[in-house]
């Protein structure tokens, strides 16, 4: 089994607000990655006392060890128990109410000898490979259908179509949002590489145009994670200055990529 995983903040003098772990328990031919890309409030107060990369750190812990210790879950079931944690830890200092409270996109993924488990919620995306190489992408594409003018700039949507009917979903305090994601399952033998993605990296093919999925995929395999996130790197800067595809997005996001090959 090779797994990979790079991750890079977007401003070196701001913490990276991504997450990632992988795991390959000790137990069996099984393991799990974790993938969360926290949400920049998008202006004023969150209600909360703790940053976003405090939210995503502990939500993906509490992920990571409930997916690999509790496989009887589902893992809609994994993610409302880790939402609920992490509700807990600061309910009692925080207004977990407020629309723009800490937050995050989730891919959670889990595999044993038999089928290969998937969670994914919001814009985050997971590649799969099957065996005959043909590759996949399984999203949550609701962002894409909420109105531009609900939206602050290219990435970031107001907080009135966020965790709304009619809008799209994230992984905040309120635990019933885990029947909301995009979830299933698939044989193992149909499941032979994953590529998980946040949106700072999938920007090679939703906003530069270089590719597909299967070309960035293909991209991941030969060049490698670091690579990858590089190569993004390169055509925002190459566009900082005339913003022909970034338009009103931002220069540079958090990118993080983990490969995982069965």
């Not at 997450?19 to 107060?45: N, Y």
């Not at 109410?97 to 985050?124: C, G, I, K």
């Not at 259908?145 to 602050?152: A, D, E, G």
């Not at 920007?203 to 190569?231: P, Q, S, T």
Request: net charge negative.
């Amino acid at each position: 089994m090779r797994i990979e995983l790079a991750t890079e903040p977007g401003n070196p003098d701001r913490p990276n607000e991504d997450f990632a772990s992988a795991a390959v328990p000790a137990c069996g031919q099984g393991g799990t990655l974790v993938v969360l890309d926290g949400v920049t409030p998008s202006r004023g107060e969150s209600g909360c006392l703790h940053s976003v990369p405090w939210f995503t750190a502990r939500l993906g812990g509490a992920l990571g060890e409930l997916s690999v210790s509790r496989r009887d879950m589902t893992l809609p079931a994994v993610l409302a128990e880790a939402i609920r944690r992490t509700a807990d830890a600061h309910e009692q200092t925080c207004d977990l109410s407020h629309p723009r409270t800490p937050q995050a996109t989730v891919v959670l993924a889990r595999w044993d000898a038999e089928r290969v488990e998937y969670l994914v919620l919001s814009d985050s995306v997971l590649l799969v490979e099957d065996a005959s190489g043909s590759v996949t992408a399984l999203v949550d594409d609701r962002l894409d259908r909420v109105p531009r003018s609900s939206l602050v700039t290219d990435e970031v949507a107001d907080a009135t179509v966020r965790n709304k009917e009619g809008g799209f979903f994230t992984a905040a305090a309120d635990p019933s949002v885990a029947a909301r994601a995009v979830t299933g399952e698939l044989p193992r033998a149909r499941a032979r590489t994953l590529v998980a993605l946040t949106d700072g990296v999938t920007r090679w093919v939703e906003k530069f145009r270089e590719g597909d999925w299967a070309d960035l995929f293909a991209l991941v395999r030969k060049e490698g994670a670091e690579a990858v996130v590089a190569r993004v790197r390169a055509l925002e800067n190459a566009d900082e200055r005339d913003r022909v595809f970034l338009r009103r997005s931002k220069t540079h996001d958090d990118a993080t990529a983990v490969y995982v090959e069965l």
